[in-house]
């Protein structure tokens, strides 16, 4: 990323040096150029999280997703107050999983609740989670802008994304991430939900005293 910065650092040295000089236009066309070291920046964030992701589990281990959830909670404890939110966790019992993985999972989807959410509500988001069998179920349901059936699987793969970035921005690949550690824990993700009431996303991993 050091390139990167070498980019953006130098653009704003051209901004406060020659700013006076430039016309609206060039000025602008700073602009466009800082913001996309920014979004590139941000993409390859993301794709190191993407590739990191790949190296097998190594510390599976029984965990508590409720401690794992409520710190992710926190992390969002700012957004959450700004966008006047409701973040509801239940009881989730506990998995066999790499901790950090779920903590990188329960992220990408509560950062996508809230991003995704209906303009003329506050984000409620409601976790949940259950037995079946050998798997424990989740459910992480929220009341944003859904998503068309057509696309419930398209979303899971790397940057595929549903709207133009002036609209949300975004880089297409937490979903994949997401699908990536589920599947590294043996487990399925997907997606239900209405298109203008709200996504259900649904996941299983391994309960931890089996
Ligand atoms: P990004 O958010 O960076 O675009 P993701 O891989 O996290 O990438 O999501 C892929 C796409 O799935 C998003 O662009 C969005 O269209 C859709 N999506 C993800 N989560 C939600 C959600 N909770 N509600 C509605 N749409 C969602």
Request: one cysteine or more.
């Amino acid at each position: 990323r050091e390139p990167l910065r070498t980019i953006g650092s130098f653009l704003q040295v051209l901004e406060r040096k020659y700013g006076d000089c430039l016309d609206d236009d060039a000025r602008a066309y700073i602009g466009f150029a800082v913001d996309g070291a920014k979004r590139l920046d941000q993409l390859i964030q993301d794709l190191l999280q993407f590739s990191q992701v790949d190296v097998r589990p190594e510390r599976l281990a029984p965990i508590d997703p409720a401690a794992v959830m409520a710190e992710v909670v926190e992390d969002f404890r700012p957004a959450i107050e700004r966008m006047a939110a409701e973040v509801e966790v239940g009881p989730l019992p506990p998995v066999h999983a790499d901790r950090s993985q779920v903590q990188i999972l329960f992220q990408n989807l509560l950062s996508n609740a809230l991003k995704y959410r209906a303009d003329d509500r506050p984000p409620r988001v409601r976790v949940s989670a259950q037995r079946d069998g050998h798997l424990i179920a989740f459910t992480m349901t929220d009341n944003g802008i859904g998503i068309e059936p057509r696309y419930r699987e398209r979303i899971f793969v790397i940057f595929q994304r549903l709207h133009p970035p002036e609209v949300y921005g975004g880089t297409g690949i937490g979903l994949a991430i997401c699908k990536r550690i589920v599947e590294r824990h043996e487990g399925r993700i997907w997606v239900e939900g209405t298109p203008g009431e709200g996504s259900a996303f649904r996941f299983t991993l391994p309960a931890a005293d089996e």
